[in-house]
């Protein structure tokens, strides 16, 4: 080692390295930003299809089901009941999201990584189970040509 250190003059390879507080640091705030975003941007969308929809069925934006897509109406029922549903649900993980940050708030840094994960989690499986019962709620009232069933 004292040879390695004579060729490279005094020279320290671990200057070249970040420091660990500072990475750590970097991953909570990424973690914590991480877990804010997923229920920001379910709320953006929600407020998206509710307030400012696409007036016609198109393959680009929009609550898009197999369902909704068939006529006009169909889209726009879905528009309205996906973008109403994921307000709430947007709003409801956004303070879910808030008041563990503040729980965690003076926690150590393993728990708050946990934390955000288990956070992650749930808003994936809220997203999730959101999304597949707005596509049956909409498949109960239309039908794959997007007439509403039993008015045909």
């Known amino acids: 080692m004292d ?18 507080n500072a990475t750590v640091g970097f991953i909570v705030l990424l973690a914590r930003i991480v877990t804010f975003a997923v229920p920001l941007l379910i ?8 307030l ?16 909704g897509m068939g006529s006009v109406e169909a ?4 528009q309205r009941i996906g973008g109403l549903v ?18 965690l708030l003076k926690s ?10 288990a956070c992650l ?4 499986i809220l997203v ?6 707005l596509n049956i709620i909409i498949s109960i009232r239309y039908d794959r040509d997007g007439y509403r069933r039993g008015k045909r």
């Open 128 to 133: 999730t189970l959101t999304t597949f019962t």
């Open 43 to 50: 709320l953006g969308l929600g407020l998206t299809y509710f």
């Open 3 to 20: 040879k390695i250190m004579e060729i490279l003059g005094g020279f320290d390879i671990a200057k070249l390295l970040p420091e660990v």
């Open 86 to 103: 994921y307000i709430i649900l947007g709003g409801v993980m956004t303070l879910g999201a808030l008041v563990a940050f503040i729980i």
């Open 52 to 67: 400012k929809p696409t007036p016609e069925a198109n393959h680009t934006f929009g609550y898009r089901t197999y369902f």
């Open 108 to 117: 150590s840094i393993p728990t708050i990584l946990t934390g955000c994960a």
């Open 121 to 124: 989690v749930i808003e994936l």
């Open 75 to 78: 889209w726009r029922f879905s």
